[in-house]
């Protein structure tokens, strides 16, 4: 079966401390896997692809196909990182499923 | 400027009365679809479209209807909308090729009385 599972509804970390999300799938075939962020009241936008194995505004995810996880990362959190991030999987037929979500907030 | 537009952005009706959230994109994509977002139940697909008159049921699509006439347009349809529809609808977009993401719009919150 198709899945992603975000077992963190909510995490509340200090500013500058380091923040991981996880995110887990399953999948039998080859994943394209990305994170969205969706800020107070805003639409969700991407934040990252694992194709492109970038940083953007600090953060990371490295694929690791043999645990079948995509954990999100940032070594100090800001407070504007506060928001709702979401893991979706997108299969070989372009359907895309999300995870549940973790809401992040960041304590000054 | 890329982007994908619902329209309306608040609405409230009552149970039984028909009505259409429109969505369009302008980046000639091939790909759309609609999700609702509950508290605790994250995004869940409704109905998703490969691409001019093709669309497909997603995980959640009873007292849901779309049409993909053309390819910049997905309107979802309520044919009698019910309570347990309010929700936050977003459309979102993207294109054909691999590891493209989705493009989402602003979201439509409807409440049904």
């Known amino acids: 079966a198709q899945r992603v599972t975000q077992p963190e509804k909510l995490l509340s970390v200090f500013k500058g401390a380091p923040v991981e999300l996880k995110c887990n799938y399953s999948?039998?075939?080859?994943?394209?896997l990305f994170w969205y962020v969706q800020y107070s009241r805003q639409r969700l936008q991407l934040l990252l692809r694992?194709?492109s194995r970038e940083s953007i505004k600090g953060f990371t995810a490295d694929l690791n196909k043999g645990e079948t996880s995509f954990h999100l990362k940032k070594p100090f959190a800001q407070e504007e990182d506060s928001a709702m991030y979401y893991c979706?999987?997108?299969?070989?037929?372009?359907?895309?499923?999300f995870g549940p979500g973790t809401s992040l907030s960041v304590i000054p | 400027e890329a982007q994908v537009t619902q329209n309306p952005r608040y609405l409230i009706t009552v149970t039984g009365k028909k009505l259409t959230v429109t969505c369009s994109q302008n980046?000639?994509?091939?790909?759309m679809s609609w999700y609702r977002q509950d508290p605790g139940l994250g995004l869940r697909q409704i109905y998703y479209?490969?691409?001019?008159?093709?669309?497909d049921k997603g995980d959640v699509p009873e007292g849901y209807k779309v049409s993909r006439k053309e390819k910049r347009n997905f309107p979802l349809i309520l044919e009698s909308p019910s309570p347990n529809q309010t929700s936050l609808y977003f459309c979102a977009s993207s294109s054909s090729e691999h590891n493209s993401p989705l493009h989402f719009g602003n979201g439509t919150r409807l409440t049904v009385t």
């Open positions: 999948y039998s075939g080859s994943p394209e």
């Open positions: 980046m000639n994509h091939e790909y």
């Open positions: 979706a999987l997108k299969t070989s037929y372009d359907k895309v499923i």
């Open positions: 694992h194709i």
């Open positions: 479209s490969m691409n001019v008159e093709v669309t």
